[in-house]
């Protein structure tokens, strides 16, 4: 694939603690799971690609860190994203409340970004207190693609990326360090199912 054919996006991942952000990024990034995977301290970064035929779609990724005391450097790692994947871990309302305050202040501040939710942890079906009707109906009128996600089978992990390329403006240029422009066409994709 020519090198003009690489498009570079600035994604930031963002959620509570211990939803399973690191651990989503390093499966999909490394093909790996760390069962005892230690909290992220302000962000780490990595990068990934995704082979779309006509282009590689490059994510430089940010995946920040979930504690409170941390929320306040959030927006220096997501202004200038093009997009973001919100994580809340299916067992925990309180993670999917927390998830909806970051699509919020993500569409509030950020200008034209595609937002993806994640519903992760589907691997564990039994610990449920979220329930998939009622996230589809929220990424739907939010204009979010949503993917329950397992970062420990790797169920849809490879496809909520994926997806999100899809919907990035393929006429960027080939490189962009502030991360440029992303599209919210206000469709969501309510994929997903569960593991089980």
């Avoid at 082979?51 to 941390?70: H, M, P």
């Avoid at 202004?79 to 509030?108: C, N, T």
């Avoid at 360090?177 to 994709?189: F, I, P, R, T, Y």
Wanted: hydrophobic letters at 35%.
């Amino acid at each position: 694939m020519a090198d003009g054919k690489t498009k570079h996006f600035k994604l930031v991942l963002l959620g509570n603690a211990s939803v399973g952000k690191s651990c989503l990024v390093a499966r999909f990034a490394k093909g790996e799971f760390y069962e005892n995977q230690e909290p992220t301290i302000g962000a780490a970064f990595m990068t990934q690609t995704v082979n779309l035929g006509d282009f590689v779609c490059k994510f430089e990724i940010w995946d920040t860190a979930g504690q409170e005391r941390y929320r306040a450097l959030a927006p220096m790692y997501y202004r200038g994203a093009s997009a973001a994947v919100v994580v809340y871990d299916i067992g925990s309302k309180e993670s999917f409340e927390g998830a909806k305050d970051w699509v919020k202040e993500l569409l509030d501040n950020v200008e034209s970004i595609t937002v993806a939710l994640a519903g992760n942890k589907c691997d564990q079906p039994h610990s449920r207190s979220v329930s998939q009707e009622e996230v589809e109906s929220y990424a739907r009128e939010n204009g979010c693609i949503f993917m329950e996600t397992s970062a420990k089978t790797g169920h849809n992990v490879i496809e909520i990326f994926t997806e999100i390329a899809r919907k990035l403006p393929q006429q960027t240029d080939s490189k962009q360090d502030s991360g440029g422009v992303g599209l919210a066409d206000g469709q969501a994709k309510a994929a997903g199912g569960c593991c089980g």
